[in-house]
């Protein structure tokens, strides 16, 4: 029988516990395993960098859930990014969406240029320009949809069509929707990415990462990689991320009701210059995030009229929404991209792509709606009142 992403879950890969019929997977604090004799692990566990009872049914759920055959979980999303190129060689060049996380950026111009792999950062929202930078050198895409923090999105499906001509792996990276609200294997795409730090563990209280295919020979290279780097999660983190999952559906619900409440009122204050919401009529993709997702989640940026000061006024007003790094959590945060999260991008780039000074981005939690819209009300007074009201 076929289940829906509420029933995986709660129950892929966490059958009860099977010498005490524990209802929740167990934290298996351990690393090493007894044999039963020599070379003769049992079940296949030997070593816990290898394979951990716990990690194995994180894997198994999320795999589920993004209708993967594998899923393969590490210490973070940059440990994550990290495996990936392990599918790479010296020479090889990967295009990336030009609008990436920032540290996803310092990633590829700081580390993977080092050791001889060349990124090429284009708008992977243009299917022109994304046609135009393809080449046999390219043996990877990178793509983020939506993008943080412009939340522009990318055709999942004609960019597969055009790098599968071209010989081209496509990765995703799917930690702002969650399988809840987006599936890239399902339009095309090789591999899914997630900083499981964010929806998918959805508390604020781990750092992780995981990644899920259907191809077998490119599970078994992750898998040998995720072995013999070793930036694997510990038991108790992957028992973290499996508690994040059973209510990933319901959270993302409140996430989105909450992001589509705060962005319409947004839009209609007259100290603020735009909002970005993919579930706004007025996003320049909205009929593709309508196409390709399930639901417009839990992201919004915004410009208030004014500049560096106004936005600083306001982020540091708030009450609810908490002056943070990160996202996915159920508390609000909020922040200014160009001082903190891409920091680590020249000022030049952002201001290139449209990253300004006073760009801010909210992660929107599962509070009250009111109380929210409250909170960021009395913050816009503050904020404006002396230069604009």
């Avoid at 029988?1 to 995986?8: D, F, N, R, V």
């Avoid at 135009?132 to 990178?142: E, Q, R, T």
């Avoid at 992750?222 to 973290?240: E, S, T, Y």
């Amino acid at each position: 029988m076929k289940y829906q992403l509420e029933t995986l879950a709660i129950h892929a890969g966490q059958d009860p516990e099977a010498m005490t019929g524990a209802v929740n997977v167990p934290i298996f604090q351990t690393s090493t395993y007894a044999q039963a004799g020599l070379g003769q692990p049992r079940l296949g566990y030997e070593y816990s960098r290898t394979n951990n009872p716990t990690r194995q049914a994180y894997e198994q759920c999320l795999a589920a859930l993004e209708g993967a055959k594998h899923g393969v979980a590490f210490a973070s999303g940059m440990a994550t990014t990290n495996n990936c190129m392990y599918l790479l060689q010296s020479g090889d060049e990967v295009l990336v969406s030009d609008d990436v996380y920032g540290g996803t950026f310092r990633f590829f111009t700081k580390v993977m240029s080092k050791f001889g792999v060349q990124a090429h950062f284009v708008n992977t929202s243009d299917l022109a320009e994304v046609e135009k930078h393809l080449n046999p050198k390219i043996k990877m895409v990178w793509v983020e949809s939506p993008t943080n923090p412009l939340l522009k999105l990318t055709d999942i499906r004609a960019v597969c069509k055009l790098a599968k001509a071209n010989g081209s792996l496509v990765v995703v990276d799917n930690t702002f929707m969650s399988p809840a609200f987006q599936r890239p294997l399902e339009l095309g795409a090789d591999i899914v990415m997630h900083s499981a730090t964010k929806y998918l563990g959805g508390h604020s209280d781990l750092v992780g990462g995981i990644l899920a295919t259907n191809l077998d020979e490119i599970a078994a290279d992750m898998r040998f990689h995720q072995n013999a780097v070793g930036a694997i999660p510990g038991p108790f983190d992957c028992f973290l991320a499996l508690r994040g999952l059973k209510t990933l559906a319901v959270r993302m619900q409140a996430h989105a009701r909450n992001a589509q409440a705060i962005a319409e009122y947004l839009e209609a204050h007259p100290a603020v210059r735009q909002v970005i919401y993919p579930g706004l009529a007025s996003h320049s993709q909205h009929a593709l995030a309508k196409a390709q997702m399930h639901g417009f989640g839990g992201m919004i940026s915004f410009e208030i009229k004014g500049g560096i000061e106004e936005a600083r006024t306001l982020v540091e007003s708030t009450r609810l929404f908490l002056l943070a790094e990160s996202l996915g959590g159920v508390e609000s945060l909020i922040e200014v991209p160009a001082t903190m999260t891409h920091a680590s991008i020249p000022r030049e780039r952002r201001l290139e792509m449209g990253i300004a000074d006073g760009l801010i981005r909210i992660s929107v939690g599962i509070e009250n709606t009111q109380d929210l819209i409250g909170d960021l009300q009395q913050a816009l007074e503050k904020a404006v009142s002396k230069t604009l009201v």
